[in-house]
């Protein structure tokens, strides 16, 4: 399966502090984005890295890739209350013509 | 203007019967996708269609047939709904770069409960 794997399934965390996710995937990619998902909603698109970037910043949002180890992280700074949602990374594997998704984080912010 | 609109958003029937989803993009992009998440939030993909032609059928019973009339429009027909058909499912669309696919605009969802 080119499945990814997200690591934690679930974080909670109190609002202001970092929330870290990671990723791991099985096949050589051709990019790897990250989407949130608010409860009963449709995902949405908040970065991509292409294979040949390390890492990357969006607002407060940080993402590092490691091709080498097929990993990624999505860093979340200065969390806020609006950030609870499920973050999905999802990989564009060469040759495949899709994104797979992983099964996702459930990130609670807590005031 | 909603970029990505999928009707109906809610639908609850009996085990048996015949039902359609309909998805519309005005984004201009070539590749438009059916996605279902069930109930662990898993995604997968079942169809994916660049400019009307069928790229992806990803072996989905024959009871789902998607249908591309042009480009801006998928529409996914589900025959004899079994109670395993519930979830939600999600319409598509993306643009492909030199670097691959690029982000993928996502509809709302259709929650297909079937009873």
């Known amino acids: 399966s080119q499945q990814g794997e997200e690591d934690p399934q679930a974080l909670s965390i109190q609002e202001g502090e970092n929330a870290t996710m990671n990723c791991s995937y099985k096949?050589?990619?051709?990019?790897l984005q990250w989407y949130r998902q608010n409860s009963g909603r449709g995902l949405v698109h908040l970065i991509l890295?292409?294979?040949?970037?390390r890492e990357k910043h969006s607002g407060r949002l940080r993402v590092t890739l490691d091709t080498s180890k097929k990993s990624s992280s999505l860093l979340i700074t200065a969390s806020r209350a609006a950030d609870t949602a499920s973050y999905f990374c999802?990989?564009?594997?060469?040759?495949?013509?899709?994104?797979?998704f992983g099964q996702g984080t459930r990130l609670t912010i807590n005031p | 203007d909603t970029a990505v609109s999928q009707t109906p958003k809610y639908l609850v029937t009996q085990m048996g019967n015949d039902k359609s989803i309909k998805c519309e993009q005005n984004?201009?992009?070539?590749?438009m996708y059916w996605y279902k998440q069930d109930s662990k939030k898993f995604l997968k993909i079942m169809f994916s269609?660049?400019?009307?032609?069928?790229?992806i059928n990803e072996t989905v019973p024959n009871r789902f047939s998607p249908k591309s009339p042009d480009k801006a429009h998928l529409n996914l027909h589900i025959n004899s709904l079994e109670l395993g058909d519930s979830a939600v499912y999600f319409c598509?669309?993306?643009?492909?770069?030199?670097?691959?696919?690029?982000?993928?605009?996502f509809g709302s969802g259709t929650r297909l409960t079937v009873v």
């Open positions: 096949t050589s990619i051709n990019n």
């Open positions: 999802a990989t564009d594997p060469q040759g495949a013509q899709k994104l797979v």
């Open positions: 984004l201009g992009h070539d590749t």
């Open positions: 890295i292409r294979s040949n970037e």
């Open positions: 269609y660049n400019n009307k032609e069928l790229i």
């Open positions: 598509a669309s993306s643009q492909e770069g030199a670097a691959g696919f690029y982000g993928y605009t």
